[in-house]
């Protein structure tokens, strides 16, 4: 095996060398997605994501932590995601490519971070429809039995030694897999009119459960009320009316106070997770660097307008903590005394999570494919459909290792796995941001290396943040003044903004803001979720190192020639790249340089102001004046 260096593990593309690959693919249909959506496809798709479980099933759990609070809990996770989803559009805008995160972070961060933002993904996509699949095979069945028919055995939950397998879960994942094969346009439309149903069918929710709404369940105390639980026959009840690990006051608004907030948000964060698959899309998108950005930002404010509504709606009809974890709102409704809404908001809850599950296995398939592209992952994965051009392999193998994990994992684990994983990703991709905006005159990796530092201090913070108990107040003084250095220096260092593109505004400080609400999160995740999420992490960088780093494009030839990205006519049919000759040789950890002359070489030469070399790499020793 070849010796991996730290140049190997930090080579980078360039958003020219991105752009080039794409425009060549879309030069031979045969070997590129089809760009057949428009923006309000990709809308639909990004509310499809993330309105699913976490308003059907997880506004329960959550309540169980926040109470009440649990509309702050949506609001901090919104908050959170709003920073990391200026950073997305941005990328968006300038790298509109299927890669997401993976490719984002590649060109600013290096092969190995792109790495573990690509395996993150997989985590998150997978994970997230396998999560949603158990939410769904639980409104399935209390569905069925609302409408008073028997369900059938061979589709109910069976205990295998210390698990609990979901066959319903693992069908709809079979299904799902089968329709996506269909093609992207199909789906799409499919979806376009689910969504309208499915949004429509909450908006009812919202009005009829406000119409129900007693005030004084927003500051019940659960230390003197006695709650009747004849009235919430599937209700979770515990001896004391609260949850063990509440620690505030047990009364008012937020009775676990702070922490459980906190927590809350955790847990609810999971219901976000979708926005960001909006940008695995911008190769099927014909404007993409204005589509995709839209598509980003408006999905956010929708499902956070929705989160909100529905769960002050719910905690406002029935006791947060007799809520039935798995299905709130069904349970918030029958306590009503609306046994008939109830019904309809099981068939809701079913029509939603279907289409989430769909759009959640959409996703994985394109970032196999633009792994697989770039040589990290094997050449099958970004082979397409001859007919519908969608990444075949790739959406059954999704399609399987969902269906797997949905099968043997409830969906409160899944929940907390997927947070993890997906907070680690908007971290580096709101770090990239700043490297990508951010440059100093004399010492291009400046920016990294006091970013590096805002990320250990940040940590440092975060976890005493999570003890506070323990933890002195001057401790967390000294910690928050030491934050605050790399913050003040890259501010005060050059800054450019793209002309023709969307733009994060308030750099650097809204992206630092955002990797500092994601690493807090992160920190407020139970301890077995480290130990899940290191455990798929070591798997993963078992594969890279052993695979990936081996046959990556960038590495690929020697390190004498590097890669540059030809047309579909210079592939071989296994999907390697031959080099041009008289390629440029640089090193091993970039990409061969332009034609002499083209646009691409005007791009690169101009660094800073049109996100070439200079803006990731070293700075640009002179700019090109020559005229096309």
């Known amino acids: 095996m070849p010796r991996i260096t730290l140049q190997t593990l930090t080579r980078k593309k360039t958003i020219a060398n991105v752009?080039?690959?794409?425009?060549d693919a879309d030069g031979n249909g045969a070997h590129s997605l089809k760009r057949c959506l428009s923006r309000w496809d990709i809308v639909a798709y990004g509310i499809s994501t993330t309105v699913g479980a976490g308003l059907f099933v997880i506004t329960g759990e959550g309540a169980r932590s926040a109470g009440p609070a649990i509309v702050l809990s949506f609001l901090i996770s919104g908050f959170c995601c709003l920073c990391s989803a200026y950073c997305y559009a941005e990328f968006a805008s300038r790298v509109p490519v299927s890669g997401s995160a993976y490719t984002f972070t590649y060109v600013c961060l290096g092969e190995l971070a792109a790495w573990f933002v690509g395996w993150d993904l997989v985590l998150e996509y997978s994970i997230a429809a396998a999560a949603v699949a158990r939410g769904w095979s639980s409104s399935v069945r209390m569905l069925w039995l609302q409408l008073g028919v028997s369900f059938p055995s061979a589709l109910d939950e069976f205990t295998a030694g210390a698990t609990t397998c979901s066959p319903l879960a693992l069908l709809i994942c079979i299904a799902c897999t089968a329709l996506l094969l269909l093609g992207v346009k199909e789906s799409a439309t499919l979806n376009k009119i689910?969504?309208?149903?499915?949004?429509?069918?909450?908006?009812?929710?919202i009005i009829l459960g406000s119409t129900r709404v007693v005030p004084s369940n927003w500051s019940i105390d659960t230390r003197t009320t006695a709650f009747n639980t004849s009235s919430a026959?599937?209700?979770?009840?515990?001896?004391?009316?609260?949850?063990?690990?509440?620690?505030?006051?047990?009364?008012?608004?937020?009775?676990?106070g702070v922490n459980g907030i906190v927590l809350g948000a955790v847990k609810v964060f999971f219901s976000f997770i979708g926005f960001d698959a909006v940008t695995t899309l911008s190769e099927e998108v014909p404007d993409a660097r204005k589509d995709v950005p839209f598509g980003v930002l408006t999905t956010l404010g929708i499902a956070t307008s929705l989160y909100v509504g529905a769960s002050l709606v719910v905690t406002g009809m029935q006791p947060w903590f007799a809520l039935d974890s798995s299905t709130p709102l069904a349970s918030a409704f029958t306590h009503t005394g609306l046994g008939w809404a109830a019904t309809i908001i099981a068939l809701c809850t079913v029509s939603t999570l279907s289409v989430t599950t769909l759009c959640c296995l959409f996703g994985q398939p394109r970032i196999f494919y633009r792994m697989a592209k770039d040589g990290l992952l094997f050449p099958s994965m970004h082979q397409l459909t001859a007919k519908t051009r969608v990444p075949l392999y790739g959406t059954l193998i999704s399609g399987a290792l969902a269906g797997t994990i949905t099968f043997f994992i409830d969906i409160n684990t899944l929940a907390e796995m997927i947070s993890m994983g997906t907070l680690m990703a908007f971290t580096l991709v709101c770090g990239g941001i700043v490297v990508l905006r951010v440059h100093h005159p004399t010492s291009p990796n400046r920016p990294t290396e006091l970013l590096t530092s805002f990320v250990v201090l940040a940590l440092i913070f975060a976890f005493s943040l999570r003890f506070?108990?323990?933890?002195?107040?001057?401790?967390?003084?000294?910690?928050?003044?030491?934050?605050?250095?790399?913050?003040?220096?890259?501010?005060?260092?050059?800054?450019?903004?793209?002309?023709?593109t969307y733009a994060t505004p308030l750099v650097p400080f809204l992206p630092l803001f955002g990797m500092l609400c994601n690493i807090y999160l992160i920190a407020s995740n139970q301890a077995l979720s480290y130990v899940r999420v290191l455990v798929w992490m070591l798997v993963g960088f078992a594969i890279y190192f052993f695979y990936g780093s081996q046959r990556s494009r960038l590495g690929t030839g020697s390190a004498q020639v590097a890669y540059k990205p030809m047309l579909n006519d210079d592939e071989t049919e296994d999907g390697d790249v031959r080099l041009l000759p008289g390629s440029a040789s640089r090193d091993g950890s970039d990409e061969g340089m332009p034609r002499a002359g083209s646009e691409e070489s005007l791009t690169l030469s101009d660094g800073a102001e049109q996100g070439g070399e200079g803006a990731f790499g070293a700075a640009p020793t002179s700019t090109s004046t020559s005229t096309a």
């Open 194 to 205: 689910m969504v309208v149903i499915n949004v429509s069918c909450i908006l009812f929710i």
């Open 233 to 256: 026959p599937n209700a979770t009840l515990v001896t004391d009316l609260a949850p063990s690990d509440c620690v505030g006051s047990h009364s008012g608004f937020a009775p676990c």
């Open 19 to 23: 752009m080039s690959e794409v425009e």
């Open 468 to 500: 506070l108990d323990v933890v002195p107040t001057a401790v967390l003084v000294i910690e928050a003044v030491l934050l605050l250095i790399p913050v003040v220096l890259l501010a005060r260092m050059p800054r450019h903004a793209p002309a023709d």
